[in-house]
């Protein structure tokens, strides 16, 4: 399967600063990319899907101004949590598909663990 | 709309021991249905799926999971567990352009 890595692995910073979170598929040409967020013992949630070039389509509730999602590449998309705030605080996992039907797999980065302070 | 319910949120066994871990699912039409698991550090792995035919699926690392309609049920089971079976496991349901509903996910113990 793909090799997903995202980085940093765990960030801390500030309320009010903005904090950048990329997601690399190393090995695969990822024409799809998800986000998703997950509360401490609870289940992944999406945040939003992501194609290659194009604009990404966020899940009902989830601000697009204050979760920037960049996927200009097949290899790489970004997630700005713009303006954060303690309430961000959450482990941010991505994950790529070679396309957006028929259920193609998805690979999972090993997350990252953002606190705001 | 889809949703997954994992009952247990932690689960322990012994070493060597029979393993069940329970999934129900709701969904209108036939269930994409998947198990991952997530070690700590590492990104959720795929263990199986299920998509049609043959009701019980065979995974990776000695796992299966028996799809039953009339139950809406997906449950995980490993007929000897390793002490490397540690990790926790979610089950999850295709909802439509590869999105997919992920239950809460089950802590997974193996004692020695």
């Known amino acids: 399967g793909a090799v997903v890595s995202q980085h940093p692995s765990r960030v801390i910073c500030k309320s009010g600063t903005s904090v950048k979170i990329e997601c690399r598929s190393l090995d695969f040409q990822a024409t799809t990319m998800f986000w998703y967020r997950q509360f401490p013992k609870q289940s992944l949630m999406l945040m939003a899907t992501s194609n290659e070039g194009s604009k990404a389509t966020y899940e009902q509730g989830v601000e697009k101004d204050k979760f920037l999602i960049n996927h200009a590449s097949l290899t790489l998309s970004t997630l700005t949590v713009t303006s954060a705030h303690p309430e961000d605080s959450s482990f941010y996992i991505c994950?790529?598909?070679?396309?957006?039907?028929?259920?193609?797999?998805?690979?999972f980065g090993p997350g990252t663990r953002l606190t705001v302070l | 709309a889809q949703s997954v319910t994992q009952p247990d949120i932690h689960i322990t066994v012994s070493e060597g021991a029979s393993l069940e871990l329970r999934c129900n699912y709701s969904y209108g039409a036939t269930p994409y249905l998947f198990w991952y698991v997530q070690s700590p550090g590492q990104g959720l792995q795929l263990l199986l799926k299920?998509?049609?035919?043959?009701?019980l699926v065979q995974g990776i690392k000695g796992f299966e999971a028996e799809f039953k309609r009339s139950q809406s049920s997906f449950n995980l089971r490993k007929p000897s567990v390793h002490w490397s079976d540690a990790a926790e496991y979610f089950c999850?349901?295709?909802?439509?352009?590869?999105?997919?509903?992920f239950g809460a996910g089950t802590i997974l113990r193996v004692k020695s």
């Open positions: 994950s790529v598909s070679q396309g957006a039907g028929s259920y193609n797999e998805q690979f």
């Open positions: 299920y998509f049609s035919g043959d009701t």
């Open positions: 999850a349901v295709g909802a439509g352009g590869n999105k997919l509903v």
